[in-house]
């Protein structure tokens, strides 16, 4: 209200207030004094009803009130009101304020629900004494998990990884992990290409009850099949993974659907061993079921046939025994499949083989000291040389790894290991799925000289064949190799 309206009102009501006390007051004067009285009562009315005239003048000099912070909070049109009193209209601005505290909260942005992470990898793989090089048809020291284990190599980009992901909302959450480091074969000239672009991960995990202890799984994703091969690489000890394990899931991913499934009780053991700095295989359930296209990662579909896979782990805390913080998991695999693997000839097979496998694990978590293993047997897709053919037969191989943990020193948390292989059977991830004869002692040591920088440093002694049905014969040699890799 303006201050000379504010003013003229308070006036007025002074003359009011003076006019009703002061009546008494002469009504008990002398009777010479009433005609004073009265002149002085019609003085103050006079003076009343000017003060009236002059405000309604200035009001109706005023423009009408606008409401558009009230019609833009409310969420129904109001009719419009006659011009109300001060009171009403000072009443009336605070009226936006009400309405919009009752608004419902502001939406999330894109960038507020997912988050952004990743590491790289950088290697250094030196041949230090064998087979680095061998005649056209003899097999040369090469491993399956690493193509830059090879005669003539320095420095090599093994992982370059980013990830996407975050909960869209109570139901769904979404995962998306791109690879800058892919290889490719087969150029014009048959150069070897690095530094390329190639997708690893995209699924949606989708949450029927709300309750993140059950999910289905959408997507590309890693196929629940072995401990080691579900483990990320960035969490993993040794480099690569072992022939026998993942020679079942080159890649470790397919496209598919999986449910996964953790009790409580297991939650509550992997998140205490994990906040310890354990390196767990992630979570991946308990008990996991999926069904996949089962030809490999990133490889089109050729046949109707689904690989359907099944996991099943369990934690046992072993403080009962004394062992106090220790935890025991053991748990097993299965999978189903028909596959039908390129050919030299350009293409796939013209038929789909068996590919058939079980598998069991254990794995005791170094509290200092520790031991994991995997083993699993099988049929699958293997080429004869003597019939030329690829040809269903027998796999089987694992290993058995020692580990150890110190958590404090002047370098950091650091972890030593050593890790032996086996594994004889078809490789159906090459050209000709051809036979491996991997044999494998591999004494490493890891440091964490800060949480965004791992140095793991590895000494093998390896006796190999090729993943190549044109080359024959064992090649053997002794390999060091060092990684660096960085977190973000």
Do not use: C
Not at 17 to 27: I, K, L, R
Not at 88 to 115: C, F, G, M, N, T
Not at 199 to 208: C, E, I, K, S, T
Not at 425 to 441: H, M, W, Y
């Amino acid at each position: 209200m303006p201050t000379t309206v504010r003013a003229l009102s308070v006036g007025m009501i002074a003359l009011v207030a003076m006019a009703g006390v002061q009546a008494p007051v002469f009504a008990q004067t002398a009777p010479a004094a009433a005609d004073d009285q009265s002149r002085t009562i019609a003085d103050l009315q006079r003076q009343i009803d000017e003060l009236k005239a002059v405000v309604e003048q200035l009001q109706a000099a005023q423009p009408a009130p606008a409401a558009p912070a009230i019609v833009a909070a409310q969420t129904v049109p109001v009719p419009q009101a006659e011009p109300a009193s001060p009171v009403v209209l000072a009443q009336a601005e605070l009226a936006p304020i009400q309405v919009a505290a009752a608004d419902a909260p502001k939406r999330k942005a894109w960038y507020d629900k997912l988050s952004l992470r990743g590491y790289t990898q950088m290697r250094m793989n030196q041949i230090v004494s064998g087979d680095a090089t061998a005649p056209a048809g003899i097999s040369r020291l090469r491993t399956i998990g690493d193509g830059d284990v090879r005669a003539d190599n320095n420095f090599s980009f093994r992982r370059m990884r980013l990830v996407l992901q975050g909960d869209l909302n109570e139901y769904v959450s979404v995962y998306f992990q791109p690879d800058f480091a892919a290889t490719v074969s087969n150029q014009s000239v048959g150069e070897r290409r690095g530094g390329t672009v190639s997708l690893r991960d995209m699924y949606a995990d989708v949450f029927p009850t709300g309750d993140k202890s059950f999910r289905v799984r959408l997507g590309q994703s890693k196929v629940p099949y072995g401990w080691e091969n579900l483990q990320s690489s960035s969490n993993r000890l040794a480099l690569d993974r072992t022939d026998g394990i993942n020679s079942a899931a080159p890649g470790e991913r397919d496209l598919g659907i999986v449910a996964y499934y953790t009790p409580p009780q297991v939650q509550k053991i992997w998140d205490r061993l994990s906040q310890d700095g354990q390196k767990l295989f992630g979570n991946y359930g308990a008990f996991g079921v999926g069904a996949f296209n089962g030809q490999g990662l990133n490889r089109t579909e050729t046949d109707d046939n689904l690989m359907t896979v099944a996991l099943a782990t369990w934690p046992f805390e072993l403080e009962g025994l004394g062992l106090e913080g220790q935890v025991f998991e053991l748990g097993g695999s299965v999978m189903r499949n028909r596959i039908r693997p390129e050919v030299r000839t350009g293409g796939v097979s013209a038929i789909s083989y068996k590919d058939n496998r079980a598998g069991v694990h254990a794995v005791l978590y170094p509290q200092p000291f520790g031991l994991q293993a995997e083993w699993n047997w099988g049929t699958g897709p293997e080429f004869d040389p003597a019939t030329g053919q690829i040809e269903e037969r027998p796999i089987t191989g694992g290993y058995v790894q020692a580990m150890g943990r110190v958590k404090e020193s002047p370098l950091g948390p650091f972890y030593p290991f050593a890790r032996w292989q086996y594994y004889r059977g078809g490789f159906k991830g090459a050209v000709n799925a051809p036979r491996l004869e991997t044999e494998e002692l591999e004494l490493g040591l890891e440091f964490l000289p800060t949480p965004a920088l791992e140095i793991t440093a590895t000494y093998g002694f390896a006796s190999r064949k090729e993943a190549d049905e044109r080359r024959l014969g064992q090649a053997e040699g002794q390999i060091l190799r060092v990684q660096a890799q960085w977190n973000y």
